[in-house]
């Protein structure tokens, strides 16, 4: 907001805010067709289905999703929006998402594959899960749970884990017993971990001694100690941590078992061996699970998911837009640590009754060709990954799909936008020319889709995620709130008109949080019960073409997206400020032609500090300890000062245009105008001598760097 008491400050900010409606110039890029075998099987492919989900149809249109899933007590009310914006779906149902997920597909499929698990060793055996399999195996650890945990319906359980089937088996367990779980992505640190239990108070952390991760065994029960240790910092005690073992009876882990505290799951779970836990009936609105994620400030965020919204939304986004069917053999390639992972690994595939594949590594071991061994191996039909991955596997190995006998008749994007000469490639080499594409624009709060086309109606066109999902009524805003026009050129807020089942709840424990950060900004009238009066401000720049499509831009907070991971400004930065010698410490993101973006740390050291590379190495270390591997910079830039505004304000914006050599715009309004010009030369010199060239940006990456530090 402007500082009305500093002029300068003021004039800076008028500047930036008129930014955010910058008008972008790109080609618009020709249509791909899906082919007609495509349609002819695709789950939706009569074009009334818009008009079942047209506005006039809301919100009773989302009944067609959660008639996808067995209620134990139908619910009578819709969508209920009488404590706006905090809506609450499907009221007076009742259900259970294990259920969903796992019982009721016995009596046709008990035998039929729902995990097949390719662990990263390529000669260790691939595991299939049947739905018979997943059943015993969820109850026995749901009655662990239970009798060992003494946990209960309504309890918080934290999981760090990787990706082994032990996590969905203990998501499930969970849901059947209405515990909330909350899982935090493996790669991330102990600390992040620790902070993730203390703020969801949990008394019970799942997690594993080691995983395999690009040819070796990762120690990641060391980790769970670091946790511990960092939640009782916070004032939480955990009293049971339970350590699955990846290979049964070794060890992984350097980390001793804490007597008392720690247990080996295998060596519990046979007391539990052959127990059923009936499936407890939650009403709709119960919560199902948490998931963190960033924003603006340093506290990474809640996202309370519900069980029957959610769970109504995931599976018919699966179904209408991944186009699951149960006879596909579907590999989503993200972490389940992700929200992507919960909704289209786990429950979305999963409440449809179809196989979902779950890969323990990272795409390229042992070689680039990896990825399409499996797809060839398993017969998957239907793959579903982010951007980063494409163009790490483009540039690695841009022949292999083509050594493998696969055939994808679907693919899906995510997370990040998408290049259309990547997407191309996606397209033509990946799917073969063979599959369709679906560029799906959504969010950890939003629980499924919500920019995508239906495959089989809406063409694909590259870089743009298509016009919105059904039922979803976007609308892109200035910063006045007035609507910015279809194919006008310029960019604002991409904002969703209504509410729907997959939203996320509430930010738990903090609702004011919820409120201010995606309802204030636009709401029409406070305390309003119209759902027409509570935008959702979704924090992302887009642009909408004269056909309806949406191309997003990123994020329009102090957000950065490295490989499609949500890293705040503000938890790095005070990572960095861990460190004794750090004064001042900006994060910026900087373009990078395989993760989208990168972080650079700029930092100031205190008086009588030298700068040196061992502090700015120090910094590094502490944001991988603090945050985790994902978050490492690929700069520390130790500078004497930092470009401010008179009010003392870092301008994140400026030392982002150096780090990414575009333009600083206009700089004398700042405080020390002088110090650009220092900065400018140092950062810029030392990456051209470390060959770190500059390249012209796309209009989305401009964006991302000219808006960029402009949320405070
Ligand atoms: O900026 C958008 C970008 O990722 C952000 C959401 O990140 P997260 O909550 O981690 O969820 C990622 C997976 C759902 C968004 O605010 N984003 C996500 N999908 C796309 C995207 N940007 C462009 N195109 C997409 N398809």
Partial sequence: MPKKNDAG?????????????????WREEDYFFPSAKFIGQANVSDPSILERFSESKFPECFKEYADLLSWDEYWHTTLDTSNAPFWKWFVGGRLNASYNCVDRHLATDRNKAAIIFVPEPEDADTEVITYQELYVRVNEFAALLRDFCGLQTGDVATFHMPMVPDLPVAMLACARLGVVHSQVFGGFSGAACGGRIAD?????????????????????????????????????????VLVFRRNPGEYASKSPMVPGRDFFVDEILPDYKRKLVDPVSMPAEAPLFIMYSSGTTGKPKGCQHSTGGYLAYVAGTSKYYQDIHPEDTYWCAADIGWITGHSYIVYGPLALGTTTVMYEGVPTYPDAGRCWRIAERLGVTTFHTAPTTIRTLRKVGPDEPAKYN??????????????PEVWRWYYDVVGKGEAVIVDTWWQTENGGFLGTGIPALNPMKPGSCGPAALGIFPEILDEDGEVVTAGSGIAGNICIRNPWPGIFQTIWGDPDRFVKTYYEKYNHKKGSTDWRDWPYFANDGAMQAEDGYYRILGRVDDVINVSGHRLGTKELESAALMVDEVAEA??????????????????SVKPGVEPSQEVADKVSRMIETEIGKV????NVW???DMPKTRSGKIMRRVIASISNFTDVGDITTLANPDVVEDVLHHVQSEKLARGELPRELSPAELQTIKNFGSSE
């Fill in 586 to 603: 900006a994060a910026v993101p900087v373009v990078d032609d395989v993760r989208g973006h990168a972080v650079e740390m700029y930092i």
């Fill in 200 to 240: 969801s108070k949990s008394k019970i952390l799942v997690t594993i001694d080691g995983y395999y991760r690009n040819g070796e065994l990762q120690d990641h029960k060391v980790k769970a100690d670091e946790a511990i240790a960092r939640a009782l910092e916070e004032g939480v005690v955990v009293d049971k």
């Fill in 406 to 419: 696969y055939h994808f008749k679907h693919m899906t994007t995510v997370g990040e936008p998408i290049e």
């Fill in 638 to 640: 130790i500078v004497t």
């Fill in 631 to 634: 978050a490492r910079p690929k």
């Fill in 9 to 25: 400050a003021e004039a800076v900010e008028s500047e930036r805010a008129s930014e955010s409606q910058i008008a972008v110039h």
